[in-house]
């Protein structure tokens, strides 16, 4: 389902309740899907105990990042060698998932094994695994490449595939399969989000944007709970 078409959908079931959908902004809808797919997701993969391997297809994406050389310490290339490193900093990866990481071409059999950032330090010292390239996102969020192997520094672009957090935030870095960028509208992108669980968020964003405006206020000393017997029912 395409992002402008969930939007649609969320607004033409608020007007069915009887809602002015005028008080709701596009972007504000978009916020409160996303918060939500968060949180379906996550909660979906606690329940499957394997965040890492249980990510759909649909919650996926894969960006594509250039890369250049740096130093590896202090910016001094006399002590320490280099690195590469991605020219743009990585979008916010969804708590719990591990980022995939491949070369542009996927067959020519390059190895890039994500590690976490405290195991990157240590990167060299095992003789037999010369060849593995490794990569960490570092502190400043960009993502780092180091090997034994000088051959990885003639590495020129990466693909990066993750469950993002914000999945809005990948649509400038979003690429085709030669690895150039595609970038993309917002509203015009696919909703990255098991088909199973559209339902679930629509109605999980609508109740939130009706709840305040259904809610009349009981001003009548009466005794008596004078609100909607929809607030009730919630």
């Given at each position: 389902?395409?992002?402008k078409?969930?939007i649609?959908?969320?607004?033409?079931l608020?007007?069915?309740?009887?809602?002015?959908?005028?008080?709701?902004?596009?972007?504000?809808?978009l916020?409160?899907?996303?918060?939500?797919?968060?949180?379906?997701i996550?909660?979906?993969?606690?329940?499957?105990?394997?965040s890492q391997d249980?990510?759909?297809?649909?919650?996926?994406q894969q960006?594509?990042l250039d890369?250049?050389?740096?130093?590896?310490?202090?910016?001094?290339?006399?002590?320490?060698?280099y690195?590469?490193?991605?020219t743009?900093?990585i979008?916010?990866?969804?708590?719990g998932?591990?980022?995939?990481?491949?070369?542009?071409?996927?067959?020519q059999g390059?190895?890039?094994?994500y590690?976490s950032r405290?195991?990157m330090r240590?990167?060299?010292?095992n003789?037999?695994?010369?060849?593995?390239?490794?990569?960490s996102?570092?502190p400043?969020?960009?993502m780092?490449?180091?090997?034994?192997?000088?051959?990885?520094?003639?590495?020129k672009?990466?693909?990066?595939?993750?469950v993002f957090e914000?999945?809005?935030?990948?649509?400038?870095?979003?690429?085709?399969?030669?690895?150039?960028h595609?970038?993309?509208?917002?509203?015009?992108?696919?909703f990255p989000?098991?088909?199973?669980?559209?339902?679930t968020?629509?109605?999980?964003?609508v109740g939130?944007?009706?709840k305040?405006?259904?809610?009349k206020e009981?001003t009548?000393?009466?005794?008596?709970?004078?609100t909607?017997?929809v607030?009730?029912?919630?």
């Amino acid at each position: 389902m395409l992002v402008k078409e969930l939007i649609f959908s969320i607004l033409d079931l608020c007007k069915a309740s009887g809602s002015d959908d005028s008080f709701w902004t596009e972007e504000f809808i978009l916020f409160l899907c996303k918060k939500y797919r968060a949180f379906l997701i996550k909660k979906e993969q606690d329940k499957e105990k394997a965040s890492q391997d249980v990510a759909s297809a649909f919650e996926t994406q894969q960006i594509c990042l250039d890369l250049e050389k740096v130093p590896a310490i202090d910016g001094d290339p006399c002590t320490g060698g280099y690195y590469l490193r991605t020219t743009k900093p990585i979008p916010r990866i969804l708590e719990g998932n591990i980022p995939r990481v491949y070369p542009i071409d996927y067959y020519q059999g390059t190895n890039i094994s994500y590690v976490s950032r405290d195991k990157m330090r240590y990167i060299g010292s095992n003789p037999y695994l010369r060849n593995i390239i490794y990569s960490s996102i570092g502190p400043d969020l960009h993502m780092y490449l180091n090997s034994s192997n000088p051959q990885f520094l003639y590495l020129k672009k990466l693909r990066v595939s993750a469950v993002f957090e914000d999945f809005d935030e990948v649509s400038d870095l979003l690429c085709d399969q030669d690895g150039s960028h595609q970038p993309c509208d917002v509203l015009d992108m696919e909703f990255p989000i098991r088909q199973y669980m559209v339902p679930t968020l629509i109605e999980l964003v609508v109740g939130e944007l009706t709840k305040s405006l259904l809610k009349k206020e009981d001003t009548e000393n009466n005794a008596k709970d004078d609100t909607p017997d929809v607030n009730r029912r919630q």
